[in-house]
């Protein structure tokens, strides 16, 4: 990893607060952005427990990627932390305290749009402290069977991201490739719109599972025989999109704003937290990121990962 240029940090100008009902548990969830000081990073703050626990939003602090990402700091976590993560970082939000009452964020639409929506209305807050933008000097990557994740080399600041979805001939979803270079308006525009998707015989299986009880096809895209099921497309290409909204969210947990182009091949949450975990290791080899006392050391996980 190598630092190719800086930018000051940013935060919140305002609290910013959204509330829905949660797909895990079904609840009725409330949450609220709160401004942070310089270096602060992203902290999920768990409001309904006792002490209020704090959940360092980082890579060594990943404890589950089946379906969504999970944070953990001992007995305490938030679950399916993507969209938000992605939100922040998609308009890139540095320092930010992020508050719930439950063990995960409210689902809304799916997207990461509704997100978006409070944290623009709040505005949003230059910082001295400065934030790296690094990229790798060779590419590097992480594959299992099919699925692959590989960060290429960019010499000026911005990341591209292309995302290749191939689930094979047989799948109801057809093929489908997005790239595009991310930006606050980009992002905005083309990613954060874009909303989780799942197979009719999934979403099935989750519910007799005892999860998403209260989730109803209107409030994510749920893929039948004849295509979405009580729902309609916002893009063509919107199950790819929301790929990549994924993945701004889970490396966003590597504390670092990425340059170069990004190309992924079936790559899930799984895939996406191993690649933040390599270059973590590599930024913390080089000296060029610091890691909180506490923090996991990241070698199990890619054990897990890989």
């Known amino acids: 990893m190598r630092r190719i240029a800086t930018r000051r940090q940013r935060t919140l100008a305002k609290p910013a ?76 939000i540095d320092n930010c305290t992020v508050e719930l009452d439950a063990q995960e964020p409210p689902g809304m639409d799916g ?12 505005g949003i807050q230059p910082q001295n402290a400065i934030r790296n933008i690094c990229s790798v000097s060779a590419p590097c990557g992480i594959s299992t069977g099919q699925a692959s994740i590989t960060l290429h080399p960019g010499s ?5 991201i292309s995302y290749f979805l ?13 790239t595009f270079d991310l ?28 999860l998403g009880s209260r989730t109803t096809p209107k409030d994510l895209i749920i893929f039948g025989g004849a295509g979405p099921i009580d729902n309609t497309l916002r893009f063509g290409d919107e199950p790819a999109r929301h790929k990549i909204l994924d993945i701004v969210g889970d490396l966003a947990l590597l504390g670092i704003e990425l340059a170069g182009h990004l190309v992924a091949c079936r790559s899930g949450h799984p895939l996406n937290v191993a690649l933040g975990q ?9 000296g060029g990121y610091t890691f909180r006392p506490g923090q996991q050391t990241a070698e199990p996980f890619l054990r897990r990962a890989a």
Do not use: K
């Open 156 to 160: 000026q600041p911005g990341l591209r």
């Open 183 to 210: 930006d606050p308006a980009s992002f905005e525009r083309n990613i954060a719109p874009c909303r989780t998707f799942i197979l009719e015989s999934e979403a099935a299986q989750l519910q007799a599972m005892g």
């Open 17 to 92: 607060r959204v509330s829905g009902i949660g797909f895990i548990t079904g609840a009725e969830i409330a949450l609220s952005f709160l401004p942070a000081q310089e270096d602060s990073g992203i902290v999920f703050r768990r409001t309904d427990l006792v002490g209020r626990p704090e959940i360092f939003a980082h890579v060594s602090n990943v404890i589950g990627t089946n379906r969504r990402t999970t944070l953990g700091n001992g007995t305490d976590q938030v679950s399916l932390v993507e969209h938000v993560m992605a939100a922040l970082a998609g308009l890139r």
């Open 278 to 286: 390599t270059l973590w290791m590599r930024a913390d080899q080089a």
């Open 166 to 178: 191939d689930y094979g001939p047989e799948a109801l979803l057809s093929r489908q490739v997005a």
């Open 111 to 122: 997207s990461a749009a509704p997100f978006v929506e409070v944290l623009l209305a709040a």
